[in-house]
């Protein structure tokens, strides 16, 4: 046949919109809408959780050249039965380290049942908990039993389908006849052509909620969507604020979606490290599973708007108050603006000052404002007292045992706990430790300390201290090098907060506290942690800490390649104070029961704790 010009074109122009249309649905990944993800198609990254609460990020296992996803669900059979074939396949393919991960994207199933369901199975495999169903979701999983097997070089999938062909609903088969998911493994390896690349899964059916619910209703922006962003987002994401676009109108939002989609699957929004199991803090700013769906169903209806008057156009975002607690009773500032190079790693700077409060003081609240964000990375304060004031000089290791207030990134502007205060001492000299980052222009910074006194003297004094390390050899390459601090409490004592300190290659960190009556328990666990959030992580119900408690922080570095924070995997890594020299404190908040005990035992193990730690 002869193709005319007039249809070649026309053929060109089919192509052409074909493509682009393939284009924009695989840039969403949730448009194409009957076919399931099939092999060749890029899998997104994502980030979860497993049961036993560590984070899995897939494009994070580049050091593996093949990651297989088995779909799981508590109580199904056909799961239950392959548990062995899996087994057989992670010790078939151990050199190669393939990793084999399970994934629950049951509604039905929680974080309890599905660690039940693996001890009384044997699954010895990370289980990811998909509770919100973004993984499943954008990989068009529909039921359990399937296997996925996703490349590493690429990302894309080379087989997904039945593990085999031995199992059914009612029926069993003795012997498999198809190996499907081992046959595509060994063909991988071999890069041979995989065949059949795609199977039928026999599995049970996963529960979606609708998208488009049967009544045909779609989600409305305006009553619906915006108060979530309001409540969880416009607090930094509006205009003055540290996010990086205005969530400021519905047309915003809507250009946006296809990000937010991402960041919830990466789990990098809202910016919440801790994992949920542990701890209740009254500043978490995690969305609940719940308002995740409502936002993903809406981004995949197309994000309509709804009628009404839109919410985030209209109301005006919150104020960006120069000091959100009002104003300081007395301002603590630097003589002079401090004066910064384009270019260059700065050390550490130490400005002091005296306090300009006259008389000795109790503070409700000291909050560091920083002069420029562009420049300063943090901001620690420590304080010098006078002979006179008869004092331990507690804060003079550089911030390593604890300081007096401090400019982190992502920090909050808080009173001090109810019925406590820190106390300020006439005469007391104000160091500023200040760590500034090149921006490549010329800068200066000035910045100052606000003061907020207390109008009656608190019960009883809060003090900043922390668990540290301060010998760290982490070799190059090592993805998960462990460590851990402690500190005892000397006297019985109220804990309020928590805020763990690592950098770049952080990746994980928890708290524990070893109570003298033998019990523990996990005060907070970051799975993931992240350097460009430094969280202050306060306790919704204070912890009592008796006399002799031991507070243990334990954590991990990722020095390999797979840390896209890491500056240089091949380096050998001490302590230091620039951020490519690590660090591990795991500093908090406590004040001692003014009526409390102390234990002969307890004030000798602080004592000697303190004097190991120098
Ligand atoms: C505490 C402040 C804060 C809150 C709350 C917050 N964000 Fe962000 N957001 C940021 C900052 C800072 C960035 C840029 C740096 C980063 O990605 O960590 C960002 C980046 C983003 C991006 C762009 C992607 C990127 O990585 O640059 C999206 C999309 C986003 N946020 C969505 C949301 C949504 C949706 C919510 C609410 C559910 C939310 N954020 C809540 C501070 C915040």
């Known amino acids: 046949m002869r193709i005319g010009k007039n249809t070649f074109w026309k053929a060109t122009f089919f192509f052409m919109w074909l493509g682009l249309g393939l284009a924009v649905s695989e840039k969403s990944g949730l448009a194409k809408s009957k076919s399931e993800k099939s092999p060749s198609d890029v899998v997104d990254n994502f980030r979860l959780l497993d049961h036993q609460g560590k984070s899995h990020e897939l494009y994070r296992q580049a050091q593996a050249p093949v990651v297989v996803l088995i779909v799981g669900g508590n109580g199904c059979p056909i799961v239950r039965q392959s548990i062995g074939t899996i087994k057989a396949l992670r010790d078939r393919f151990a050199e190669q380290k393939f990793v084999f991960w399970f994934l629950n994207a049951n509604s039905q199933d929680d974080q309890v049942s599905i660690a039940a369901e693996a001890k009384e199975f044997g699954i010895e495999f990370p289980i990811l908990m998909d509770a919100a169903q973004l993984v499943a979701r954008s990989l068009k999983i529909t039921r359990t039993a399937e296997a996925i097997a996703i490349s590493t070089k690429d990302w894309k999938i080379f087989y997904r389908g039945a593990i085999d062909d031995r199992l059914g609903y009612a029926t069993q088969k003795v012997k498999t006849t198809q190996p499907f998911l081992v046959d595509a493994l060994e063909n991988f390896l071999a890069g041979k052509k995989i065949s059949p690349a795609a199977t039928k899964v ?78 209740k803090f009254v500043n978490d700013r995690s969305l609940s599973t719940e308002q995740i769906k409502t936002l993903m169903a809406w981004i995949e209806q197309g994000s309509p708007r709804g009628n009404g008057p839109d919410p985030l156009a209209t109301e005006a975002p919150p104020a960006v108050p120069d000091w959100p607690l009002g104003k300081p009773d ?21 400005v002091m000052v005296e306090s300009p409060i006259p008389e000795d003081a109790w503070l409700r609240a000291a909050v560091v404002k920083a002069g420029n964000r562009k420049v300063l990375h943090h901001c620690l304060v420590f304080v010098k007292y006078p002979k006179t004031a008869g004092r331990p000089q507690t804060d003079d290791r550089g911030g390593l045992a604890g300081f007096f207030a401090a400019f982190l990134p992502g920090t ?178 406590y004040a001692e029961l003014p009526q409390g005990n102390g234990t002969a035992a307890a004030a000798a193990a602080d004592k000697a704790g303190k004097r190991a730690a120098k």
């Open 412 to 589: 909050e502007e808080v009173t001090f706990p109810e019925g406590t205060g820190k106390f300020l001492p006439k005469g007391t000299k104000i160091i500023f430790q200040l760590h500034y980052s090149a921006t490549g222009k010329v800068e200066t910074d000035l910045t100052e300390m606000g003061l907020y006194l207390c109008k009656t003297k608190p019960q009883t004094e809060l003090h900043t201290r922390s668990a540290v390390k301060t010998v760290l050899d982490i070799p190059p390459g090592d993805r998960d090098h462990e460590v851990d601090a402690q500190f005892t409490f000397a006297r019985d004592s109220t804990l309020y907060s928590l805020s763990p300190h690592m950098h770049v290659r952080g990746s994980r960190v928890k708290y524990e506290a070893f109570y003298p009556d033998g019990k523990r328990e996990v005060l907070l666990s970051v799975p993931n942690y992240d350097f460009n959030w430094q969280t202050l992580y306060r306790l919704a119900e204070p912890k009592r800490m008796p006399a002799g408690t031991k507070l243990v922080c334990s954590g991990a570095f990722d020095n390999s390649p797979q840390n896209p924070a890491n500056p240089d995997p091949t380096k050998l890594v001490h302590f230091g104070e620039q951020t490519f020299d690590e660090m591990f404190i795991g500093y908090f908040n």
């Open 202 to 279: 026999k599995g049970c059916a996963i529960s979606f909620a609708a998208i488009v619910p049967a009544d045909g209703k779609t989600i409305s922006y305006t009553k619906e969507i915006a108060p979530i962003l309001q409540k969880n987002c416009v607090v930094c994401h509006s205009a003055g604020n540290i996010g990086p676009f205005a969530m400021s109108s519905y047309e915003k939002v809507k250009g946006w979606s296809s990000m937010i989609r991402e960041v919830f699957l990466e789990q990098r929004m809202p910016p919440w490290h801790a994992d949920p199991q542990h701890g």
């Open 330 to 350: 007395y301002l603590v500032s630097m003589p002079k603006e401090v004066q910064l190079p384009a270019t260059g790693v700065f050390p550490y700077r130490y």
